[in-house]
């Protein structure tokens, strides 16, 4: 995934109406230096209220904030080690070795006397030194060769485990991203709802005080004040602990501003997902499939390092010696070459277990990669179910969303004729609140399933989380989401 530009919404619409309004409603007095402040800092505040943190830059930090991400970055470059170390033992093996030796012995052949030969007789205590050099070339060996191909296999199979690591760091990433920023919108709810019920609460007191207004409906509205509080409380230790997991992963701690969000019923998602049957075939390229087939060709690779143990070896040897000694009968310097064939003949069974191991090892890995599709296969369908269920699921809210106002204005309205109490319209309020959130935690659902289809077909890219970013968006702003 690439880094890309941080995304953020503009208000400038906004403030364009709002200058417009105020040079119609003020056309003969100039507006003062307050009310122009005024307005400046209320566009600056919208404008600061849309902006989200940018998800593929929070993602970028985490790829070189995340230390487990470290650690498996660490275990490939140990694991590509294997390579060199499997291909020194095709390369020749030289090695050299020297000693010194002190004796003092005493034999027929160290006497003061002429030996039976004539000869002068050998020195007793002797000082000797003595060095080699040595070359070793195998010629053939079956299991030196097989064993580079299971340190390739090893190699793509680190590097596909170091990919799975970063894609689930990409969902962790978003998960938390998308939990904060929900958790955001459910608080800005809340507190406009709380804001609401703190005025109902005021009137509902000034109406009993006045003798126009009963104690129930003042009890009915403080209680549904409290419980507003109450879940804004909630909200706001969701965002915390979201935006905690956030730092733990990123090293930073985002700002998501405490909105209501905007008109719900504009967001659109365009574009149809399709049937599973069109996303199952994409599922080979999902990576946990991908392992699994790079780990079964691991145990291929070495089950056919097993069966090289049937075979026999060929080796050269090339050698040099040189002795110096006081005893000039142990003097010597040696020029040496030697092909050696070795025969594995019998090793108690050995050989044959493990070849037997190895392949037992290949049937747990074809089960292994049968069960990763089976995963994948069946988290795509799951999703799309989701997904479908999420947009029919909005569409309903919609409506919901839409008959609520107009029971709410009705309320209101039948409230002021004395047609409905207050408790009508606290519930009638309290509804479309909830209906509210429910539609805020659909999108984020959606947003979650979207991002994990991606994943199971092994297709997850920046341009999804941008996307993702601007259907969070949309929630607080008028525009349509294209998927």
């Known amino acids: 995934m690439t880094r890309t530009p941080r995304f953020a919404l503009s208000a400038l619409a906004l403030t364009i109406t709002l200058l417009s309004q105020s040079a119609l409603a003020q056309s003969d007095v100039p507006a003062d230096q307050q009310a122009l402040s005024e307005l400046e800092a209320l566009a600056n505040s919208e404008s600061t209220s849309q902006t989200l943190p940018s998800l593929p830059d929070l993602f970028s930090r985490a790829l070189r904030h995340d230390a487990d991400l470290s650690r498996q970055r660490y275990e490939l470059d140990a694991t590509r080690e294997e390579v060199p170390m499997a291909r020194s033992q095709l390369l020749p093996q030289v090695s050299a070795s020297g000693g010194y030796l002190w004796q003092d012995s005493s034999n027929s052949q160290t006497v003061d006397e002429l030996n039976l030969t004539g000869d002068a007789p050998r020195p007793a205590e002797i000082d000797e030194t003595y060095y080699q050099v040595q070359l070793q070339q195998p010629l053939f060996s079956l299991e030196r060769w097989r064993k580079m191909d299971v340190a390739n296999a090893q190699v793509s199979a680190a590097e596909l485990q170091l990919a799975v690591v970063e894609q689930e760091l990409a969902l962790q990433v978003s998960e938390a991203y998308i939990k904060a920023y929900l958790a955001s919108q459910r608080l800005g709810l809340l507190e406009s709802q709380q804001a609401s019920l703190e005025l109902q609460v005021r009137q509902a007191s000034r109406a009993f005080d006045l003798g126009v207004g009963n104690r129930v409906d003042l009890l009915e509205a403080q209680s549904r004040y409290d419980q507003a509080v109450s879940d804004a409380v909630e909200a706001e230790n969701e965002l915390d602990n979201a935006l905690s997991e956030l730092e733990r992963l990123t090293g930073v701690t985002p700002r998501f501003q405490r ?3 905007g008109e719900l019923t504009t967001v659109t998602l ?3 997902i399709g049937n599973p049957d069109e996303w199952i075939p994409r599922t080979s390229q999902n990576l946990r499939v991908l392992l699994a087939q790079e780990e079964q060709q691991v145990a291929q690779a070495n089950t ?10 060929v080796n050269l040897t090339l050698s040099y010696s040189d002795r110096q000694s006081e005893d000039y009968l142990r003097e010597s310097e040696d020029y040496r070459a030697n092909v050696e064939v070795s025969v594995p003949i019998y090793r108690g069974g050995y050989t044959n277990a493990s070849v037997r191991q190895g ?4 049937e747990a890995g074809l089960a292994a990669l049968d069960n990763e599709r089976n995963l994948a296969i069946q988290e795509v369908r799951q999703r799309i179910r989701a997904l479908n269920g999420g947009e029919r699921r909005l569409e309903a809210l919609n409506q919901a969303i839409s008959s609520s106002q107009l ?6 309205k039948g409230e002021q004729l004395g047609l409905r109490d207050l408790v ?10 909830d209906q509210r959130i429910q539609y805020v935690d659909t999108v984020g659902n959606y947003a979650l399933d979207m991002l994990s289809l991606h994943t199971a077909v092994g297709s997850l890219e920046s341009d999804d989380l941008n996307r993702i970013m601007s259907l969070l968006a949309s929630l607080s702003t008028s525009s349509q989401v294209a998927r």
């Open 407 to 412: 029971f709410l204005e009705a309320a209101e």
């Open 304 to 313: 056919s390092v097993r069966r090289s143990g049937y075979y026999p070896e």
């Open 270 to 272: 365009n574009g149809d």
């Open 359 to 362: 392949e037992k090892r290949i």
């Open 259 to 261: 909105s209501a969000p």
């Open 424 to 433: 009508d319209v606290l519930d009638a309020r309290a509804s479309l609140y």
